[in-house]
């Protein structure tokens, strides 16, 4: 028997709250060749039973059903899982606290319809939360969405992510030693065995800012660690070579660790940029280390000197 066009993945952990307007927008879509493949990650405030009984509510269709004390947790596994039981010819990706515009659906299908050749499709989104007015945020269209422009900066939202089921069964699904960066490590696996992805200019996603969220709240060791293990299962995986390993090393360790750190400073001050420092030279990166302990020694130099000579000049 012939599956649905569209398998919605949805992974849940403690998100009770957003779930009804999370499954509203999807009973509200315009396409309705879909099925949902809803998977609690054994949450503490309810969410499973709130689900179920949205779905009998919403009259929705698809598995929703609990992840088993058993299965490593988090998110790569949850999605996995919902990979495995999809029927649908095509994964779309949507978090628990984000939600679809009501023609999203209906716009990739008549994408698909005119590109038989697209394996893996993202779309620009509107960013919002109760914090910050909302902003429609527009990725670069001008260049293929390629390996190389990937790496420079993930561009990609995983709500905004729909993928040929046969490619993400190929690929092996999302990597279960990564977290917070397994989506991205994926993404660029896929640029880089099949091709540039597809881009639809037209913003089909709500995604949700919390500046309250766990990942707001993680210190520098956690995205050393991140960054790091990102770049062994690059080397380890057997599919980039020299160059592409440079270009991921580069952006890991000096673009993205640089942003990293400021933040790390302005929050949580030098003893969190100290201890990001050591966890470095502790997993064997010690030249990116050095490199960004003496550009901030520089800084604090440059800085003190400025104050120093200031009052002076005033004279």
């Keep these: 028997m012939k599956g649905p066009k569209f398998s919605i993945i949805i992974p849940c952990y403690n998100g009770k709250e957003f779930l009804r307007e999370c499954f509203t927008s ?21 969410s499973f039973e709130y689900a179920l009984s949205l779905k009998k509510k919403l009259d929705l269709k698809g598995e929703f059903f609990q992840k088993e004390k058993s299965i490593k947790t988090g998110v790569s596994s949850s999605r996995n899982l919902a990979i495995n039981k999809a029927s649908g010819e095509w994964i779309a990706f949507l978090d628990c606290d984000d939600y679809f515009e009501p023609n999203k659906l209906e716009i990739i299908n008549h994408h698909i319809s005119l590109n ?32 190389d422009f990937l790496i420079q900066g993930n561009p990609i939202g995983t709500s ?82 020299t160059m592409q390993l440079g270009k991921i090393r580069n952006h890991l360790f000096y673009e993205e660790l640089n942003y990293k750190m400021k933040i790390s400073l302005e929050n949580y001050g030098i003893l969190d940029f100290l201890s990001g420092i050591a966890r470095l030279i502790k997993r064997g990166e010690k030249k990116p280390a050095f490199h960004h302990l003496i550009i901030r020694l520089k800084n604090s130099t440059l800085l003190f000197l400025s104050k120093a000579i200031k009052p002076r000049s005033k004279k």
């Design 160 to 241: 905004t992510v729909v993928v040929s089921k046969n490619v993400i069964k190929e690929m092996g699904g999302f990597n279960t030693n990564l977290n917070g960066v397994e989506d991205f490590f994926l993404w660029c696996r896929i640029a880089n065995k099949l091709g540039p992805w597809t881009y639809i200019s037209a913003a089909l996603t709500f995604y949700r800012y919390l500046p309250s969220s766990l990942m707001s709240q993680r210190k520098l060791v956690y995205y050393v660690d991140q960054m790091c293990n990102f770049y062994q299962e690059a080397k380890s995986c057997g599919e980039f070579n």
């Design 116 to 147: 038989p050749n697209a394996f893996a499709i993202h779309h620009s989104y509107t960013k919002f939360g109760d914090e910050i007015p909302n902003s429609i945020i527009k990725i670069k269209d001008s260049i293929p969405h390629d390996f």
């Design 26 to 46: 999807i009973k509200e879509q315009t396409f309705e060749d879909y099925e949902i493949i809803f998977v609690d990650d054994n949450s503490k405030d309810g």
